[in-house]
């Protein structure tokens, strides 16, 4: 079954009780209204997003592809105990929130529905090694920027330096080099396609869209991994990466 008004309805509804007794009381509608239609887009999503990355998590289920509608009040300052958004995420691993590898998602709120690939939160050790890609002008960089350039639909977010620090790049250079963090954004308030059986066929189009976009931010991730096993061998030894003469 599509999403539907009563997917929205519940998340706010329930964000407004915030009352885990409210909660209990209406869970099937939150199967019904929630759960299921996120099931059958992972599903409906899947064959695609495998042609993409054969390594991405597919399961259909909360804590693997979906999000969980609670929230760990552990570390935050807002006590409230539910969301009012969920989303799903086709990501390598086993941990949704992880910063090691680029993701791409799908998430629903009130105001409409965003999709589009990259990082909650990329590390630091990560962004340093895409941008020497960039300044290498690596064959998966090209092709990356190539695709962004050619597209309309989606949007290059994340933190940027509060000072330029590479303003002598050109801007196909630069707004990559100057973000603290990366992805690769879409957002829309079309209720009807939200609502509609044609969502998986609209998200596919994006997603392949994105696709060298995605094969390249990947690349820098695995470059980043191999980096770190370089960095931890040398401080098993003894030898500090920072002294060394790399000339």
Request: hydrophobic fraction near 35%; glycine fraction near 4%.
């Amino acid at each position: 079954m599509p999403f539907s008004k009563q997917t929205l309805d519940f998340l706010i509804e329930n964000r407004l009780h915030d009352s885990r007794e409210w909660f209990g009381q209406h869970k099937n509608s939150y199967n019904r209204f929630v759960i299921t239609p996120f099931k059958e887009l992972v599903a409906a999503l899947t064959p695609t997003m495998l042609k993409l990355d054969d390594q991405f998590t597919t399961e259909p289920r909360v804590d693997r592809t979906i999000s969980r509608v609670w929230r760990d009040t552990r570390y935050s300052h807002d006590p409230a105990l539910y969301r009012d958004n969920m989303w799903l995420i086709f990501k390598r691993g086993d941990r949704m929130h992880g910063s090691d590898y680029p993701g791409c998602y799908f998430e629903i709120s009130a105001q409409g529905f965003v999709y589009g690939c990259g990082f909650y939160h990329a590390s630091t050790g990560y962004m340093n090694t895409l941008r020497s890609l960039v300044l290498a002008e690596d064959p998966a960089f090209s092709a990356a920027q190539k695709a962004f350039s050619r597209q309309k639909v989606f949007v290059m977010e994340g933190e940027c330096y509060k000072r330029p620090h590479f303003a002598d790049k050109p801007p196909a250079q630069s707004q990559w080099l100057e973000r603290r963090n990366i992805s690769f954004n879409a957002r829309c308030t079309d209720f009807d396609l939200l609502f509609s059986d044609h969502l998986a066929e609209h998200l596919i189009a994006g997603f392949q869209k994105l696709a060298p976009i995605y094969r390249f931010l990947l690349h820098a991730a695995t470059q980043e991994l191999q980096n770190q096993a370089a960095r931890n061998a040398q401080q098993a030894r003894g030898i500090d990466p920072h002294d060394m003469d790399w000339d």
